[in-house]
T-cell receptor, first 113, second 114 residues
Framework: DAGVTQSPTHLIKTRGQQVTLRCSPKSGHDTVSWYQQALGQGPQFIFQYYEEEERQRGNFPDRFSGHQFPNYSSELNVNALLLGDSALYLC????????????FGPGTRLTVL | GENVEQHPSTLSVQEGDSAVIKCTYSDSASNYFPWYKQELGKRPQLIIDIRSNVGEKKDQRIAVTLNKTAKHFSLHITETQPEDSAVYFCAASNSGGGADGLTFGKGTHLIIQP
């Protein structure tokens, strides 16, 4: 039973560029949430996808967008990268109907130069 | 929106002693309170969670208590071991049907001294 997976592991971009991060949820899960974790801080909620729609959104600008596919996997897109976007991006999967626990993937470390 | 405060930011205890980490939340509608352990360079791992219809939950050496009136919840680790050294995060959400976005505290770096 595969857990939550994310790709790539690490990514280096320059200011102004765009990036796409990917997440595959745990088997049996249908909901994906994305979090940004800056160094030394707790994760901050970006948004959540269920049934291919954004269901909730945290306090992030619309440079951050996402998508969920019919197989429940998800992408996080960040446009016009800023230095402050450097962080560990975590996705978490869960099951919508059971208000279940969120399980985290290993994260993608994004560095913006 | 929800705000979660976590204390202390660093906690150093002797191996075998107990450790207590405390969190407060602001939104009285919050009803789900998980605790995650994150080792350096690793993903956050759920260690225990509690829902608002329960006051206390225990799993071996780990326990969580919840005081809804005070909007306060705590993590208790007994008989600490070297492998308990990590950063611990508390979180809160209003889990009203879907698995809502979690609001995290800033974390507690737990150091177990041999």
């Amino acid at each position: 039973d595969a857990g939550v997976t994310q790709s790539p592991t690490h990514l280096i971009k320059t200011r102004g560029q765009q990036v796409t991060l990917r997440c595959s949820p745990k088997s049996g899960h249908d909901t994906v949430s994305w979090y940004q974790q800056a160094l030394g801080q707790g994760p901050q909620f970006i948004f959540q996808y269920y049934e291919e729609e954004e269901r909730q959104r945290g306090n992030f600008p619309d440079r951050f967008s996402g998508h969920q596919f019919p197989n429940y996997s998800s992408e996080l897109n960040v446009n016009a990268l800023l230095l402050g976007d450097s962080a560990l991006y975590l996705c978490a999967s869960s099951k919508w109907t059971s208000s279940d626990t969120q399980y985290f993937g290993p994260g993608t470390r994004l560095t913006v130069l | 929106g929800e705000n979660v405060e976590q204390h202390p930011s660093t906690l150093s205890v002797q191996e075998g002693d107990s450790a207590v980490i405390k969190c407060t939340y602001s939104d009285s509608a919050s009803n789900y309170f998980p605790w995650y352990k994150q080792e350096l360079g690793k993903r956050p791992q759920l260690i225990i969670d509690i829902r608002s219809n329960v006051g206390e939950k225990k799993d071996q050496r780990i326990a969580v208590t919840l005081n809804k009136t005070a909007k306060h919840f705590s993590l208790h680790i007994t008989e600490t071991q070297p492998e308990d050294s990590a950063v611990y995060f508390c979180a809160a959400s209003n889990s009203g049907g879907g698995a809502d976005g979690l609001t995290f505290g800033k974390g507690t770096h737990l150091i177990i001294q041999p």
